[in-house]
């Protein structure tokens, strides 16, 4: 069958990001069906959806819907609306199957499934659609399929994928380009699952919760591919690329031996790690560690289910900057457990952080099927009527938001390297411009003076 993969996301603050999903998606059925990507950052007024959808002819289109919103409570947008006037032109040009997937899917597939009208949806991990093509192109019934939702079935939760997992990366597409033009980031996922137990987060219920670890050569050949189409900088997308401490000083070494130069980054947990763990990774080509730190506070910790304590964070950013590298750190005011002296604190301890960008954001975005929705039912600051597709979120009952950001903002105030959520429109045109002056990579450490 003719597959049409459609890339919804359109969201590019504070800078596009690579629809890595459909690689994978490709990969699962590409022996079989032919297919063809369709990127909506690439041309956002429809024309080649328009003509992709005329030239190919495909038999079922799948739309991938990556983000719901921007998350940050300083600077909200849906996104939902976007999304339903571009399966609207969809509708109006094709009759065929429409299949919807990705990872803001996978958190919403009950209300999407309704609002969109679509024929299926895919719970999860993407290379399910081959389970589906296979049952459609023979005609079988479908909702039987783990993972698969119709109109008529329940929308739940299936095991992780346990088939083959494939990336098919060609550097000819046509959308590879515009990111290579802007900023020059592709982006890597060197494993799936998330054993953690964060109170908001929803990468259990995309990915499971056991970790699926990724040949270490077959990485590094796959970011030495990258390269060599062009990319200046590699992002590891993993919920944490330290999950899996050796796992992840493996792909390091795998990076070396496949003679990957440039640059990457990653996203941490601030957890114990062994005292070269960071040095090792610099050696590698590691130039960026994000800490998702989020408090300074061992209350609020406890209260986010995070792994760590405020101890650990400044024993991994010591390390990490000891390593050379540029660091950053993600705080979330305003959650559980949240209150003025917890919000002093981490301000207050904020300050032993030297030689840093810090990302402040105030108010945790409710998700469903996760432990702060059903705490948010208990409080009752949502109820069963709430549209939880529209950016809602959890706020402390013992301090307001305002008194929260009044406090960060006075303490931001005159420095660069504090950004109030992700730095909103000014911040994405500051780093446009720097991607299109030929500076690769996130650049937040232009922000560390």
Request: aromatic share 10%; hydrophobic share 40%; proline share 6%.
């Amino acid at each position: 069958m003719r597959v049409l993969l459609v890339s919804a996301n359109t969201h590019t603050r504070p800078y596009p990001v690579y629809p890595l999903g459909l690689d994978y998606v490709a990969g699962a059925i590409a022996e079989r069906h032919p297919f063809c990507i369709v990127d909506m950052n690439v041309q956002e007024d429809g024309k080649s959806l328009a003509k992709a959808i005329e030239g190919f002819g495909p038999e079922v289109i799948g739309l991938s819907i990556r983000n719901v919103d921007t998350t940050d409570s300083t600077h909200p947008d849906g996104f939902f609306s976007k999304y339903k006037g571009l399966v609207g032109a969809i509708r109006a040009q094709t009759a065929v199957p429409l299949v919807l997937g990705g990872s803001g899917f996978a958190i919403f597939p009950e209300p999407m499934m309704s609002e969109l009208g679509a024929d299926y949806g895919i719970i999860g991990e993407g290379e399910r659609l081959s389970l589906l093509l296979d049952a459609l192109e023979c005609r079988e019934d479908v909702p039987p399929i783990p993972g698969i939702v119709t109109q008529r079935s329940a929308a739940v939760v299936p095991p992780p994928w346990s088939g083959k997992i494939t990336r098919r990366f060609d550097a000819c597409l046509p959308h590879v380009a515009f990111y290579l033009k802007r900023g020059g980031m592709l982006n890597l996922q060197t494993k799936r699952g998330c054993g953690f137990h964060c109170i908001y987060c929803t990468y259990p219920l995309i990915e499971g919760r056991s970790l699926r670890l990724f040949d270490p050569e077959e990485v590094g050949q796959t970011a030495r591919e990258l390269q060599e189409a062009g990319a200046r900088y590699i992002f590891v997308t993993d919920a944490a690329f330290n999950s899996s401490g050796s796992h992840s000083l493996a792909v390091a070494k795998a990076f070396k031996k496949a003679g990957v130069s440039i640059p990457w980054g990653a996203f941490f947990a601030p957890v114990s790690m062994d005292r070269d763990y960071f040095r090792i990774l610099a050696d590698a080509g590691l130039r960026h560690a994000e800490f998702g730190s989020e408090s300074l506070s061992d209350p609020v910790l406890k209260a986010y289910r995070k792994p760590f304590r405020a101890e650990n964070v400044f024993e991994a950013h010591a390390a990490a900057v000891e390593a050379g590298l540029h660091v950053a750190h993600y705080f979330l005011f305003g959650g559980p457990g949240e209150n003025s002296d917890t919000v002093n604190e981490t301000l207050e301890r904020i300050e032993q952080l030297a030689k840093c960008a810090l990302f402040l954001f105030c108010g945790m975005r409710i998700y469903p099927q996760t432990e702060l929705n059903n705490l948010s039912r208990h409080e009752r600051q949502v109820d069963d009527t709430r549209n939880l597709l529209e950016p809602v979120f959890y706020h402390s009952s013992r301090i307001g938001s305002e008194e929260i950001l009044a406090r960060v903002r006075q303490q931001a105030n005159g420095r660069s390297n504090w950004l109030i959520g992700d730095g909103g429109e000014p911040a994405a045109r500051i780093l446009s411009r720097m991607h299109a002056r030929g500076h690769s990579g996130p650049l937040w450490e232009y922000l560390i003076r």
